[in-house]
């Protein structure tokens, strides 16, 4: 059966992969949809502090397809479209109200970690307006993430043997250097 005209004409649309959620005309954040290799982009011991106990893309990709409480994320530049990091945030509670955050960039550059910095403390804000409580929680020996997470704002408030959890609010948030270095 052939296609009415404005069937086709809409068929052939281009459309973009994926809308930008969150952006500061900076960096922009996108909702991962599949196939942008993300593991692949860390050494696999580098992997395992974001994610401990996926070892490939193909796993990952399998459990955010399989998962209502975990959502997943994609940083990029505006002006380049460049993907710089990723963020995954995994649901605390039945309502999605409480979420922990974890995610990294990539790249080792100065330039690329104030704009990983950019849209981190982005996804951070938005989800605080949303008025979610916002988590993280870092290996205790991973002290690059940890002096990354407490300049951004965040306070530990429990402590494992192998890990530190950590809370923020919109207060420690905007009174943080770095957010007032780049916001203010």
């Keep these: 059966m052939l296609k009415r005209k404005s069937e086709l004409t809409r068929a052939l649309t281009p459309r973009p992969l994926s809308v930008a959620i969150a952006s500061d005309g900076i960096v922009e954040w996108h909702k ?3 196939g942008e290799w993300l593991c692949k982009r860390f050494s696999l011991d580098e992997w395992h502090r974001i994610v401990s106990d996926v070892d490939n893309d193909e796993e990952w990709e399998n459990i955010l397809r399989s998962s209502s409480y975990i959502n997943c994320y994609i940083l990029k530049r505006c002006k380049s479209h460049e993907t710089i990091g990723f963020v995954y945030t995994k649901h605390e509670d039945n309502n999605g109200r409480i979420r922990s955050v ?4 990539w790249g080792k550059s100065m330039e690329l970690s ?10 951070i804000n938005d989800l605080l307006h949303d008025g979610i409580r916002v988590r993280t929680s870092c290996l205790k020996d991973n002290t690059r993430a940890f002096r990354f997470l407490r300049s951004i704002g965040f306070v530990p408030y429990f402590y494992t043997d192998t890990y530190v959890y950590m809370w923020i609010n919109e207060k ?4 943080s250097i770095i957010y007032k270095y780049l916001y203010q």
Excluded: S
């Design 172 to 175: 420690r948030l905007n009174n």
């Design 114 to 123: 104030l704009f990983y910095y950019r849209g981190l403390i982005l996804m």
């Design 102 to 105: 974890h995610g990294g960039g």
């Design 32 to 34: 991962y949809t599949g």
